[in-house]
């Protein structure tokens, strides 16, 4: 079972002047990322705006970073949706396409209870031979999963760990105490990195690491080796990108911020838009002011 890093990288899906899924810069930004701090990409999530995203799209995703980094990071693939046998399927046709891992986010709209839950990623376990990090996010899914929920499921030997996105320290800190042994919280939210990190958390599954990765690297090994101080310096420092990145909604931001430093990704699809005049501002201001760690390729 693979090893996952403690700063993976929820990459952006770059998009060409058309619209369409532009797989060759993909390769370069995942490459790029790669050599910026990022232990591993999660492909095809939220930030990777997932919902616009067709099933193939998806697959060839991920077998175009996949030859691009071969075994330098670790792919964690965002194949869960709100239909189970769907699900199913998508992920086993990436663990054909060489993910090291599924993202299983907890189903949005049709709102489960959590039985139903723990039924849906029981089910999806049982059925694909990769790992599973589940991934907790109410403020996009209208349904919360409890702690009770997450430490049952993490008693199933390949639900490996969860990226809690709930924002709730003192619900991460009940699952890192009661889970299975070996089971991993990462970070939702960029912000909330040090303070999981406090309570037992072991990484971030980041967006400001498109740009930052090294620095959030630093920021973790600080904790890690006992130099506290300097990891809340480096969590000071960092928190006008980890908050300008969300000024308005994600991956707006983070895609005009690309294009700015100069490695564009392209727009987003629809129903998403770029920034007004004001949430530019806001970004350029930010960005001004961060040192970017991402190389910036010589020809865009």
């Not at 809690?164 to 009940?174: F, I, K, T, Y």
């Not at 960029?190 to 309570?199: A, H, K, N, Q």
């Amino acid at each position: 079972m693979a090893e996952f890093g403690r700063v993976l990288t929820a990459m952006v899906t770059p998009l060409d002047g058309r619209g369409n899924v532009d797989y060759k810069r993909a390769r370069e930004l995942a490459a790029a990322l790669i050599a910026s701090g990022s232990d591993g990409l999660v492909l095809a999530g939220t930030t990777g705006e997932s919902p616009t995203l067709t099933s193939e799209e998806k697959l060839t995703l991920f077998r175009e970073v996949r030859d691009e980094i071969g075994t330098r990071g670790q792919i964690v693939a965002g194949t869960c949706t709100y239909n189970t046998a769907e699900s199913i399927e998508l992920s086993r046709e990436a663990a054909r396409a060489g993910v090291d891992g599924i993202l299983g986010t907890v189903p949005y709209y049709n709102k489960p209870p959590q039985h139903g839950l723990y039924a849906h990623f029981k089910a999806i376990a049982e059925a694909v031979d990769r790992p599973i990090i589940l991934y907790n996010v109410p403020s996009r899914t209208a349904t919360v999963m409890q702690p009770e929920t997450t430490i049952k499921l993490s008693r199933i030997s390949n639900i490996i760990g969860i990226k809690e996105a709930s924002g709730n320290l003192d619900w991460a800190a009940q699952i890192v105490e009661e889970s299975a042994d070996g089971f991993k919280v990462w970070s939702g939210d960029d912000i909330i990195t040090l303070p999981l990190l406090s309570v037992g958390g072991y990484g971030i599954v980041s967006v400001a690491s498109h740009l930052v990765g090294r620095q959030i690297q630093q920021m973790i090994a600080d904790h890690l080796e006992g130099r506290p101080a300097e990891a809340a310096a480096l969590h000071r420092s960092l928190r006008p990108i980890f908050n300008g990145l969300f000024v308005t909604t994600n991956p707006i931001p983070l895609k005009y911020a690309l294009r700015k430093v100069g490695f564009p990704v392209g727009g987003v699809r629809l129903p998403l838009v770029e920034p007004d005049e004001k949430a530019a501002e806001q970004i350029d201001a930010v960005l001004a002011k961060t040192t970017i760690d991402l190389p910036i390729p010589v020809v865009a």
